[in-house]
């Protein structure tokens, strides 16, 4: 599977070509897509995006809900009715339809933030606020998990 590290800011041409950067595509490279499949994010402003083993896993994992059920309802059009297959172009950059650089808020320069078997592409201002936002729960919920192991392990002495 795709593992996706680091971020990256890249420029988007006027007709919404972006270029994915060169090691996401080189994660990618033993796919049988040449592309990404990216999707808006059901919880973020921002755009999902995986190689196609990564949505065929969510897509099973969606299918273990009952069919008829809202869960199932709700996931399969959050997720794989929105989703796009995206071919790479000979120069490794991707067409971003409307919808997603909507979603997003992405104008005219990407920020792409890796997030092990996906990344996102968020508009570079809301990821910069995003990412110091998730440093501050980080280190907030290390102080806690510090404290509490220390606890546990006073209580087992």
């Known amino acids: 599977m795709a593992l996706f590290l680091s971020r990256y800011d ?5 007709k ?8 996401y595509r080189a994660a ?12 808006p994010s059901p919880v973020l402003d921002a755009i999902e995006c995986c190689g196609m083993d990564r949505l065929e896993r969510l897509a099973a994992g969606i299918e273990t809900f ?7 309802g709700a996931f399969a059009t959050a997720i794989l009715s929105r989703a796009h297959q995206l ?10 339809p409307d919808a997603l650089l909507q979603h997003a808020g ?9 997030r092990g078997p996906v990344f996102q592409i968020w508009q ?8 110091r936002e998730a440093a501050a729960q980080a280190r907030e919920q290390a102080a806690q ?9 006073e209580s087992a002495s």
């Open 28 to 39: 990618l490279a033993s796919q049988n897509f040449a592309g990404i499949v990216a999707y």
């Open 66 to 72: 009952n069919p008829f059920s809202d869960e199932f």
């Open 145 to 153: 998990l510090a404290l509490a192991q220390r606890m546990s392990a």
């Open 16 to 23: 919404g070509r972006v270029s994915v950067p060169a090691p």
């Open 106 to 114: 992405v104008g005219e320069l990407a920020t792409f933030a890796g």
């Open 10 to 14: 890249n420029k988007v041409d006027k």
């Open 87 to 96: 071919a790479f172009d000979g120069e490794g950059r991707v067409l971003l």
């Open 124 to 131: 570079p201002e809301a990821y910069a606020a995003y990412e």
